[in-house]
């Protein structure tokens, strides 16, 4: 089994047993740990946005069986490449560890970001808005992107910057390699600005939207009588 997916499920098993302690002792329902015997309120930044990503796997997972069911092998693929992607975000929260920048269909970040600019081109047409004659699997690699998408703001939100004037700069930890200090400038706040997860999101569903232009082209092809 891969290592995030150790470390995903062993982290829900440690949660579980903390709300069994906390039950124990009296915890009010309203109130979980955010790390440690760190407390917070359920509607904290970021126990929402661990929801969120917890909603967004299963959403992923949900699409890999559609697109299995299609026969739709290639997609099925790439769409657990994302999902692996997004069980290392949860994992990178959680653990207060640096996330490193995304690689998916063995694209880099920026290369991800500029094709799908573009993405119409790339595949050589022009192509329609998203509809319910393009088939059920282009219509959920469109919902996904724009859940994906939801996820980005909330992170962007909770994350960035400007709503986190107590935490380090953006940079001062993230991309210097030291994950030591990272973690030590995490620790120091509950939030703080975490470019790397945001930018992980914001190209992930650039990369949902290459993907869905890449198979309504295909899709074309495969319809489109000879010449």
């Known amino acids: 089994m891969d290592v995030e997916v150790c470390y ?5 098993e440690i949660t579980m047993k903390e709300e069994k302690m906390n039950a124990a002792r009296g915890k009010p329902e309203y109130v979980t740990n955010l ?8 509607t904290h930044g970021r126990i929402l946005f661990r929801g969120v990503i917890d909603s967004l796997e299963a959403d992923f997972i949900e699409a890999q069986v559609l697109a299995s069911g299609m026969g739709e092998g290639e997609y099925c693929a790439c769409l657990g490449e994302i999902l692996d992607l997004l069980r290392a975000i949860m994992s990178a929260e959680v653990k207060a560890e640096p996330l490193p920048p995304p690689v998916l269909f063995g694209m880099e970040a920026e290369t991800i970001h500029r094709l799908s600019q573009s993405a119409g081109g790339c595949f050589g047409k022009v192509l329609p808005l998203p509809a319910y004659t393009q088939g ?21 939100r909770i994350f960035g910057p ?9 940079g001062e930890a993230e991309g210097t390699g030291d ?4 973690s030590a400038a995490y620790d120091s706040s509950d939030l703080f600005p975490r470019d790397d997860i945001i930018l992980a999101l914001n190209r992930l569903s650039s990369a949902l939207w290459w993907l869905f232009c890449k198979y309504l082209s295909e899709r074309s092809l495969r319809t489109e009588p000879p010449a």
Not at 8 to 12: G, I
Not at 36 to 42: A, E, I, L
Not at 141 to 153: D, F, M, P, Q
């Open 162 to 170: 400007d709503e986190n004037s107590s935490g380090p700069e953006p």
């Open 35 to 42: 790390y440690g015997n760190r407390m917070v309120s359920k």
């Open 8 to 12: 995903y499920f062993h982290y829900n």
């Open 179 to 182: 994950a030591q200090a990272f």
């Open 136 to 156: 059920p699997l282009a219509a959920r690699l469109n919902t996904l992107r724009a859940k994906v998408r939801e996820a980005e703001l909330l992170a962007v």
